[in-house]
């Protein structure tokens, strides 16, 4: 079995992720798990920036392969705001989801363009070693192997994915299923909200479930971990 650590605090991210990696031989481990209390700063202008941030710190700190997901609300009308702010969109240390969709909705009054998207980047850090010689003409069209990305640790290899899913935003929330902003997030192909769907219906498309599918499919193409390793 390979060990992974998911380098988040968010659970709505846990629940989703680990539906996605079931069928994987994988033990995800949490940071807590391993003494580690926070993240470092998401200081990037990116999702994948700051998706390699996070990654970059457990790694450094644990010595484990090691995923993270940065991801975000991005409103048309508000030219991608709240975007890599997402999680502190309302101000304060953030993941105040009931303010944060209170602003949304007060910045989109009387706004008749709706349309959002969230997006999803998931930075995985892995020793070098564990990839096989062709893994490149292996990979999903939206996995890329990086291997001199700034923020990621010298000498470890770095597999990006990305995933967006398109929507638009509500008014009056609805439902009580998964995080965030899914509450104002609507789909007119299944007429409701994502927190109005169960994390397994909103993986079968969200930008989440698209970008970590494509992760799955990368890692099933490493090589076996030592006997004995992680
Ligand atoms: P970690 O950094 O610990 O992973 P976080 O919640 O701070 O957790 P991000 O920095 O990636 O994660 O911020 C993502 C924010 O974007 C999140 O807090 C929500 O406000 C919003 N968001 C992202 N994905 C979402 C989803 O699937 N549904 C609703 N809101 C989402």
């Known amino acids: 079995m390979r ?57 450094l700190a644990t010595g484990l392969p090691t995923f993270a997901d940065d991801s975000g609300l991005e409103v048309a009308a508000l030219r991608g705001a709240p975007g890599v702010h997402s999680a502190r969109y309302a101000g304060g240390d953030g993941h105040d989801d009931v303010a944060n969709i209170r602003k ?3 910045a989109l009054r009387g706004v008749e363009d709706r349309r ?33 990305h700034p923020h990621a640790p010298p000498g470890v290899a770095l597999l990006a994915a990305e995933g967006e899913v398109s929507g638009r935003i509500i008014d ?44 799955r499919e990368a890692l099933r193409a490493l090589r076996a971990p030592a006997a004995g390793g992680a």
Request: hydrophobic share 45%.
């Open 3 to 59: 060990r992974f650590v998911f380098a988040t605090f968010n659970r709505g991210k846990v629940r989703e992720v680990a539906g996605i990696l079931h069928d994987l031989d994988l033990e995800i481990l949490s940071p807590a798990a391993l003494g580690i209390a926070t993240l470092p700063e998401e200081t990037g202008d990116s999702f994948l920036d700051n998706a390699v941030l996070k990654a970059a710190g457990v790694f």
């Open 104 to 106: 949304l909705l007060a």
């Open 116 to 148: 959002a998207r969230f997006v999803c980047n998931v930075a995985c850090l892995l020793p070098p070693s564990d990839l096989p010689r062709d893994l490149p003409a292996r990979l999903p069209g939206c996995v890329r192997l990086l291997r001199d």
């Open 172 to 215: 009056t929330p609805r439902g009580h299923e998964g995080f965030g902003y899914d509450p104002v997030f609507w789909r007119d192909d299944v007429q409701k909200t994502f927190a109005e769907l169960t994390a397994a219906e909103k993986n079968g498309f969200s930008h989440r479930g698209n970008a970590f599918r494509a992760l």
